[in-house]
């Protein structure tokens, strides 16, 4: 189940961000701490930056807070990877 989430991770992130603090979810800290990084990472939205921020500030304790800098850091991979990438599909196929 979890691998679908990662394809549509935006809207995954709506549906899931106001559930997030209300605690209600069916799993321990640590693993919603581990799955809410990871859907935000997957991410490419500057938006999610601070939101993913955000949320560990609020919900984390500091000492665990690494998961929620590191999603910081796939954001921002796959924000220049898409940077670089789009531009030279749009050539090939215009080529092709």
Do not use: C
């Amino acid at each position: 189940m979890l691998t679908g989430l990662f394809h549509q991770t935006d809207l995954t992130w709506a549906a899931l961000q106001p559930r997030l603090l209300a605690h209600d979810l069916p799993i321990d800290d640590q693993s919603r701490w581990m799955m809410v990084t990871a859907i935000a990472g997957a991410s490419a939205k500057s938006e999610r930056i601070a939101e993913v921020r955000a949320y560990g500030v609020k919900d984390m304790p500091a000492e665990a807070r690494r998961p929620a800098e590191s999603a910081v850091g796939s954001i921002r991979l796959n924000q220049a990877t898409r940077a670089r990438a789009i531009p030279d599909i749009v050539r090939w196929i215009a080529a092709h």
